[in-house]
């Protein structure tokens, strides 16, 4: 009888346990990024992103950000969601140690008419995604 309780003890326990995270992107937003990582193999993640190019940056959407060099991309999924970053209206303006783009950099969306800040976030590691060799 004893071992009725602790039996149930442990399924409600295990109810408790972490559950994957709820999706938050959009079918059409997963198109986007599934487009970008064809045929590609996910690296080890990596803190900074050494140099980029604003015009590099790809929105995936209000959490995702992708940087594309050359075959290489590099998909960093921000700590926190940067509201409205997909809106045209707005832009993603980082803040850098000078080391380039690096995990834990602050990231503010600002209407691009206004300069006013509408959301803001942190940077978090990078994923590089490469075609397999």
Same mark, same amino acid.
């Given at each position: 009888?004893?071992?009725?309780? $602790?039996?149930?003890?442990?399924?409600?326990?295990?109810?408790?346990?972490?559950?994957?995270?709820?999706?938050?992107?959009?079918?059409?937003?997963?198109?986007?990024?599934?487009?970008?990582?064809?045929?590609?193999?996910?690296?080890?993640?990596?803190?900074?992103?050494?140099?980029?190019?604003?015009?590099?940056?790809?929105?995936?959407?209000?959490?995702?950000?992708?940087?594309?060099?050359?075959?290489?991309?590099?998909?960093?999924? $921000?700590?926190?969601?940067?509201?409205?970053?997909?809106?045209?209206?707005?832009?993603?303006?980082?803040?850098?140690?000078?080391?380039? $783009?690096?995990?834990?950099?602050?990231?503010?969306?600002?209407?691009?008419?206004?300069?006013?800040?509408?959301?803001?976030?942190?940077?978090?590691?990078?994923?590089?995604?490469?075609?397999?060799?």
């Amino acid at each position: 009888m004893r071992a009725l309780p $602790l039996i149930v003890l442990g399924l409600a326990l295990s109810g408790c346990a972490a559950q994957p995270p709820t999706a938050t992107r959009t079918a059409e937003n997963q198109v986007k990024l599934d487009k970008l990582l064809a045929g590609k193999a996910a690296g080890s993640p990596i803190t900074c992103l050494p140099s980029y190019q604003a015009d590099d940056m790809i929105r995936i959407d209000d959490s995702t950000i992708a940087f594309k060099r050359g075959s290489r991309v590099y998909v960093n999924h $921000l700590r926190g969601a940067c509201s409205n970053l997909t809106s045209g209206f707005y832009s993603l303006v980082t803040r850098s140690n000078g080391q380039g $783009l690096c995990r834990g950099d602050i990231a503010e969306v600002r209407d691009n008419q206004t300069g006013t800040i509408v959301g803001a976030c942190g940077i978090g590691d990078f994923i590089p995604y490469s075609n397999p060799t």
